[in-house]
């Protein structure tokens, strides 16, 4: 069975950082990235990795996200420096099968966690 969980969501300050975890289970994936979704808003990506450690980030990450992954632990990773107020959202893990931010080409998802920053 195919399964993505989230986890390290949680509230900090402007400027803070978070560590989130997505442990996988039932396949290894050539893709896997993070999404976001604030309230009112669409859901969009975040960053994106491949199994040969290429990445895709978002503009707006700007140097501030670190996307990592441990292929011996089926394991995803998103390190966030230098939160601002604009990043508070449902961050959700996925994978898939190209390296994109199109969600169509991401065929399991977790359930998310939630991320709040303070100002």
């Known amino acids: 069975q195919v399964q993505l969980v989230e986890s390290g969501g949680d509230s900090v300050q402007a400027g803070g950082s978070l560590r989130l975890s997505c442990a996988a289970s039932?396949?290894?994936?050539?893709?896997m990235g993070w999404f976001r979704q604030a309230p009112g808003k669409e859901r969009g990506g975040v960053a994106v990795?491949?199994?040969?450690?290429?990445?895709l980030y978002a503009d707006f990450v700007n140097g501030r996200f670190i996307i990592t992954r441990d292929n011996a632990k089926n394991a995803l990773y998103l390190q966030m420096n230098s939160l601002l107020p604009v990043d508070p959202a449902m961050y959700y893990c996925?994978?898939?099968?190209?390296?994109?931010?199109?969600?169509?080409?991401?065929?399991?998802w977790g359930q998310g966690t939630q991320v709040t920053v303070s100002s």
């Open positions: 990795i491949s199994s040969v450690l290429n990445r």
């Open positions: 039932g396949f290894t994936y050539a893709y």
């Open positions: 996925a994978a898939g099968w190209f390296m994109s931010f199109r969600q169509g080409e991401f065929g399991y």
